[in-house]
């Protein structure tokens, strides 16, 4: 294992030296791969090497090492089989990030989907049982919505998404395509899965939330930034990421479970994301998903160290004052704080843009208060975070007082890539044409705004008590009753598996499948007796049969 972790960082060295020489000419480059050959036709495989894709696998591979470097501590046991269902969990990831041709994409699509249930399902309790089967049924929607609209592609000729820009473009296939963007970045109305999903191993969560399985639906739509253009998609895609940020935003303020509020805040990262491109702001939202990649993993794996410190996710358990966890603690802030976009850290030089950009266009202004307002939120929760874990006296018994080695090099090498990774993509992305040239005042707003959430944000300890839970109370936790809809959809799969394992006790399930299994043969024995006879004789039975039903 220690050897692919170091192959992995070789190929981060190598791939950073490349991208600058790929962004400087602005060039792209397809490899094709003949699988197979035929005398009637090739079986091939292309893969698409430009900035967007070289940038994102760098940033996939600098991610997974760091985690599975981490892993080596986090695992106890079955430390092997776990890397391996990492690692393939991130060539799936890589397959969808250079593949331009759809049965490709769709493979890699389908691969996150498998490695996901698995990885969710990994302590096999009920708990992970129970939210993998739901994780998995909420992105199905997604995957059957793709492979619908990679049928109504057929009729055109190609499966290159390069090729769609000179299609006549059709409202069905855009639809379908943009209802499995939305399932598998966690849109509503399919939101309610990603909570869901923190029954996972906290590395698991560190990759999927980060940069593999809820942001390939923002790649995928960048990729097709020409159909959903020409459709003028961009006011739905607005409206939905809008109610989706708003959303997580008031989930998070209640929320106090450590990692189901992380995973908030990358549901409200993601939104900010999609309202980007649907104000045609792509390399922005762009930007913005490869700076959020970085300090996002660092945040998880620092949660994962406070976590297995104190025994629990509940925030307010949780306490570092009285422990020597020095890198986990600068790590923790210092993301919190790139979180909260901070000046001068890497997500301060892409979501500041996003919120002057959505200031100075022709929006609803609604819209764009409440975006803003939603921007002031960001920061409430992360300083919630930061308070409480710097300040909170310690209640419950410590499991571990020190960091190994292994805590120390994966948060310190994701910790320098969310300091400086954003002032110097800005040099290599070209953005010039996006921003636009504002007065002092509209310059100042994002700074000030985070300002003053640092000097008004006061975590007292009337926070940790829990309020009497009323509707609107209920409403907020439940993620605007999304939870409460699929109750019994839940209640039914595990009467489900209850009855399975009742039978498979009496031995009812393996009489059934020795039944099937006789069936199938007799049925396949007598295809063969009738395949012997011969066609006059054939249709001598078939006649006679006939006559007799008539």
């Not at 959303?247 to 993601?270: C, F, G, P, Y």
């Not at 975070?385 to 994966?410: A, D, G, P, R």
Request: with cysteine.
């Amino acid at each position: 294992m220690k050897n692919t972790i170091l192959f992995m960082w070789a190929i981060v060295i190598l791939m950073t030296l490349f991208n600058p020489v790929i962004f400087k000419k602005s060039s792209s480059m397809m490899i094709e791969w003949k699988l197979m050959s035929t005398k009637s036709s090739d079986m091939n495989m292309f893969f698409l090497l430009d900035e967007k894709s070289l940038t994102f696998v760098l940033i996939v591979l600098m991610v997974t090492a760091s985690i599975l470097m981490y892993s080596q501590f986090y695992m106890n046991k079955k430390k092997m089989m776990f890397s391996k269902m990492l690692t393939m969990f991130m060539l799936f990831m890589l397959m969808l990030i250079l593949s331009p041709n759809m049965v490709s994409l769709v493979m890699g699509w389908e691969g996150l989907g498998m490695t996901s249930f698995i990885l969710i399902m990994y302590y096999q309790n009920k708990k992970s049982m129970m939210s993998s089967m739901y994780t998995m049924m909420m992105n199905r929607i997604g995957d059957i919505t793709l492979f619908m609209s990679m049928m109504i592609l057929m009729n055109s000729n190609s499966w290159m998404f390069l090729s769609t820009q000179y299609l006549d473009h059709s409202l069905t296939w855009v639809s379908l395509i943009l209802t499995s963007m939305f399932s598998k970045s966690a849109q509503i109305p399919f939101s309610s899965w990603l909570t869901e999903a923190m029954a996972a191993p906290t590395p698991v969560s560190a990759l999927v939330h980060s940069s593999t399985l809820v942001t390939a639906g923002v790649y995928l739509m960048i990729r097709f930034k020409s159909s959903i253009i020409s459709l003028n998609m961009e006011q739905v895609i607005l409206t939905i990421s809008m109610m989706t940020l708003t959303m997580a935003s008031m989930n998070s303020l209640s929320e106090m479970d450590m990692k189901k509020l992380v995973a908030l805040s990358t549901l409200s990262q993601i939104s900010i994301m999609f309202i980007s491109i649907s104000v045609n702001l792509y390399s922005l939202a762009f930007f913005h998903m490869i700076v959020h990649a970085t300090f996002k993993a660092l945040i998880f794996l620092c949660s994962s160290t406070f976590i297995s410190t104190t025994n629990t996710q509940d925030l307010r358990k949780i306490s570092s004052a009285n422990v020597s966890l020095v890198v986990t603690k600068i790590s923790f802030n210092t993301a919190s704080m790139t979180l909260c976009a901070l000046p001068f850290l890497s997500s301060f030089y892409s979501k500041e843009i996003i919120m002057e950009m959505i200031m100075v266009k022709s929006l609803n202004k609604i819209m764009g208060l409440t975006f803003t307002m939603m921007m002031m939120v960001t920061a409430i929760y992360s300083l919630k975070m930061m308070t409480i874990i710097n300040l909170n006296k310690m209640t419950s018994v410590m499991k571990m007082t020190k960091e190994t080695n292994k805590q120390k090099l994966s948060k310190i090498f994701l910790l320098m890539p969310s300091v400086i990774l954003g002032n110097k993509m800005l040099w290599s992305v070209d953005l010039s044409w996006d921003v636009n040239y504002l007065s002092l005042a509209e310059k100042m707003t994002p700074t000030i705004l985070i300002m003053m959430m640092i000097v008004m944000v006061e975590t007292d300890k009337k926070s940790k008590i829990i309020k009497p839970s009323n509707s609107l109370n209920q409403m907020v936790t439940y993620m605007w009753f999304m939870k409460n809809l699929n109750i019994m959809s839940k209640m039914k799969f595990m009467n489900q598996v209850i009855n399975l394992n009742m039978t498979t006790e009496k031995g009812i399930l393996v009489n059934q499948t020795k039944a099937a299994v006789t069936l199938m043969y007799k049925t396949t024995q007598f295809m063969l007796k009738m395949s012997q006879i011969n066609l006059k004789n054939m249709m001598l039975v078939m006649i006679s049969l006939m006559i007799a039903l008539l």
